[in-house]
């Protein structure tokens, strides 16, 4: 079966993007790979400083790079009453570009990135090294994917740079296997020369040559176990004052608008990560933390992915969590209760530090019981449908 395999890989804002560039490059020429790169460099939709005229200024030649950057929807009459000096453009070799599919010399590649973001600082950066090596094309994209390489992404946020760096890998596999497979051997080493990895997903994808009707009857496959997900998670969701109930959660903590009207302002939870580590790695959760979120995870047969989501907020210091089963065809989520109440699942304060372990014990409560019920169930409806 088409399968994409998409891989999370470490990245450190620390580390200059134009050293990320060369980084991922001579991955892929060790490997014996020249690989084809596809950019896009893009202005943001309102500002007074165009990065892209920047760059032109320093390269002229690039010019044929240039393209308008289509308004976001929803933000057509902002810009207009706005009125930015510079229409926002995008440098792109990407279709719809003047120049889609030529390429420019690596070293002028680097160059701009390491002008990022300092003296280009430009809103959105994606920049993708694509191989015959890591598969075939999919019709259908896998998240945000739909040709296989690795793509490097760096953009503006409120607070800092976000920086990601992910391989996506398209293989004919055996949905039933517990290996989680990159893709190719050449695939796999240049993926692993590239850094440490955060965590595979198998996701099911349909070739651009797939037949019509093999493809048809694929998405309708698809559809169906994604049907029978969503009724288990409706079940689940409407008896969640049941499943509550029986995860006897080990704290009787009061409800969020009491616990809200009654937190003072600024009082100091502390380091939040070690009571996570502490409740969720008995469970086999590893976990990580990124601009206000802890994701906890744990891999499954069968490509299945259990994720947990605690949100603690970059500014508002108040909890939200929720788990997530991801398959390759399908997604379940439930919100989790923080108190005994099955309602009171959101925005509840954080407190200090005891009130934050309490949180955290009743979350693991919690998702041990989904992990004993929940999770099977959907593993369940899924197979009986692919079955």
Known sequence: MPT???????????????????RVHAAFL?????????????????????????????????????TAAPALPGTESLIAAVKPATPPRTLTNLPGSPAAGEEIPMETLIAIANGV???????????AFRSPAFGK?????????????IFIG??????????????????????????LARGSDVASSIIAACGKLKKTQRVDALYADMDPAAAQEAVAGKTRVATAVKAVQADFKNRLA??????????????????????????????????????????????????????????????????????VGTWSRKLTAMQIVRGPSFSAVLSLPVTRNAQDFAAYPLGDAERWQ????????A?????????????????SVEG
């Open 30 to 66: 060790a490997a014996g790979e020249t690989p084809a790169i596809r950019f896009a460099f893009s202005d943001p939709q309102i500002g007074k400083v165009s990065s892209v005229e920047r760059v032109l200024k320093r390269h002229p030649e690039l010019a044929r790079f240039a």
């Open 358 to 365: 309490q949180l955290v014990e009743n979350l693991a409560a």
């Open 137 to 149: 094309d999919v019709s259908v994209r896998p998240g945000m994917f739909g040709t296989p390489g």
């Open 367 to 383: 998702v041990a019981e989904l992990d004993r019920t929940f999770v099977p169930d959907v593993e369940a409806a899924a197979a």
């Open 242 to 311: 049941e499943v509550t109930a029986q995860a006897n959660l080990p704290h009787d903590l009061p409800p969020a608008t009491q616990a809200r009207s009654a937190t003072p302002l600024g009082v100091n939870t502390g380091p939040k990560k070690p009571a996570i580590v502490r409740a969720f790695a008995p469970l086999g959760y590893a976990v990580t933390y990124e601009s206000g979120t802890f994701t906890l995870s744990r891999q499954r047969p069968h490509g299945v992915n259990v994720e947990v989501s605690i949100d």
């Open 4 to 22: 994409a395999f998409v891989t999370e890989i470490v990245t450190s804002r620390k580390e200059p993007l134009s050293a990320l560039v060369e």
């Open 154 to 179: 760096d953009s503006w946020w409120v607070s800092h740079r976000e920086r990601s760096l992910t391989a996506v890998a398209t293989i004919d596999d055996d949905p039933a296997t517990t290996k």
């Open 117 to 127: 973001p300092r003296s280009f600082p430009f809103h959105r950066v994606v920049i």
